[in-house]
């Protein structure tokens, strides 16, 4: 069977690359060994969506663990100083993990979002400059 998806967009929704520091705690651990808790643990969101995003962390987290997440979306991108910084709060679920050198990229589905935050985002990256073709950004 091949798992080559390098050429095959499955997203519905357009990404960005990003490079955010996210904080995030553990809602409802499903099959954690280790008990986090209350926790909040750090790691840098590296692709964002409407529908969700994609996470750089040195945790284990399993697939289908719901997370709360919070980060402040930093839009350089406007012009309006006054809506350069907004915090953006949802509830998501790891979609996937993928261990990667020392560290695990997760990818995670926004299960819960308000409106304006979906806005915040789509405004974030209707306003990005588009990479380049080709790019392995």
């Known amino acids: 069977m091949n798992d080559d998806y390098s050429d095959v967009e499955r997203r519905r929704h357009k990404r960005v690359p990003v490079n955010f520091i996210l904080r995030y705690r553990i809602q409802k651990p499903l099959e954690v060994v280790i008990r986090i808790g209350n926790m909040e643990v750090n790691a840098v969101m590296i692709d964002l969506s409407e529908g969700g995003m994609a996470i750089i962390t040195d945790y284990d987290i399993p697939s289908g663990t719901e997370l709360t997440l919070k980060f402040t979306l ?3 991108y406007t012009q309006d100083q006054s809506q350069r910084n907004k915090v953006v709060e949802a509830l998501g679920r790891v979609a996937y993990i993928m261990p990667m050198d ?36």
């Not at 695990?104 to 990479?131: C, D, M, Q, Y």
């Open 74 to 76: 930093v839009n350089t």
């Open 102 to 137: 020392k560290d695990n990229r997760l990818g995670i589905s926004f299960t819960e979002i308000s409106k304006h935050n979906v806005s915040t985002i789509l405004e974030f990256i209707n306003l990005a400059p588009k990479p380049a073709p080709n790019s392995n950004i």
